[in-house]
């Protein structure tokens, strides 16, 4: 009974190194497998693969068949909010709302036309005053990209020039130069020449330059409509005055010699044939 009292406490110790030791074996095993250069090498049957980290990489956008149809979704969406500003800053729009607004006030018939009228008769003359600006863009720049015969870079750079051209005649074609020299000389500073030309002068500076050219053209054919119905206002006044008639208002009686004579003048097709006629 001794002698089994000094055994087992030996046969317990044995047991736990002989269990110990294939573990620790297999441990140094696999780190020895490891080379130093960090190359993985194959792993054994059986045994469970790490897994990777995942590694984010932005695909390459300039290629069209990785655009997919959420980036072009976004795209879209992103020209359309911009496509307001891009309309009134870089095409006749802002001449003719301002022109007709101006039209309105001149009349004196306060909200008619509504804003509505007006915005979607400029709109629409805006199109076609427009039109063979953006049917270049469409045959030179748009189409090309679409069928995959020239690059995003390249598209934008072609569907530039029609623009720049439409803008550069408006410019010229009412004698507002120095406005689009103006911005090209601020943004160069000393560089600048007295006498620049327009190849030398950038998208950036031609687009600001070209809208005050418009402010100016715009509201010198506004001072030509007010002419006429400034001229009713004042005999009427004068009339009423002389009559002793100062307690009516002016207005109440000119509001209708002034839409008299609009009306008999075809004042509307005048001044629309007026307004597109100034962009041929």
């Known amino acids: 009974m001794r002698t089994d009292a000094h055994v087992n406490p030996w046969c317990y110790l044995l047991l736990l190194v002989a269990l110990l030791v294939p573990s620790s074996a297999l441990a140094q095993e696999a780190a020895t497998d490891i080379p130093l250069d960090g190359r993985q090498l ?10 990777p980290a995942p590694s984010m990489q932005l695909p390459d956008l300039t290629n069209r068949a990785n655009f997919s149809a959420a980036m072009q979704i976004i795209f879209m969406m992103t020209v359309l909010s911009l496509a307001p500003a891009i309309l009134i800053m870089m095409t006749s729009f802002t001449r003719i709302v301002i022109v007709l607004s101006l039209l309105r006030q001149a009349l004196g018939t306060q909200n008619l036309p509504p804003n509505q009228i007006i915005i979607g008769m400029s709109l629409f003359m805006t199109f076609l005053v427009m039109g063979k600006t953006w049917q270049r863009v469409n045959d030179e720049a748009l189409s090309p990209y679409l069928n995959g015969q020239i690059d995003q870079r390249m598209a934008l750079s072609r569907a530039e020039v029609p623009v720049r051209d439409f803008m550069i005649a408006q410019v010229a074609s009412a004698g507002n130069d120095e406005d689009v020299f103006l911005f090209y000389r601020f943004r160069e500073g000393n560089a600048a020449k007295n006498e620049p030309k327009w190849g030398d002068v950038g998208t950036m500076s031609l687009i600001p330059g070209f809208v005050l050219s418009e402010l100016k053209t715009a509201f010198l054919m506004g001072f030509k409509i007010f002419l006429p119905f400034l001229i009713i206002d004042v005999v009427i006044s ?8 100062m307690m009516l208002p002016p207005v109440l009686i000119s509001l209708p010699f002034k839409l008299l004579l609009f009306v008999l003048v075809d004042g509307w097709r005048l001044i629309t044939a007026q307004l597109m006629g100034t962009f041929v």
Do not use: H
Not at 42 to 51: E, H, M, S, Y
Not at 240 to 245: A, D, F, W
């Open 238 to 245: 004068s009339v009423l005055i002389s009559m002793g008639m």
């Open 42 to 51: 194959p792993l054994a049957r059986g045994t469970p693969a790490a897994i």
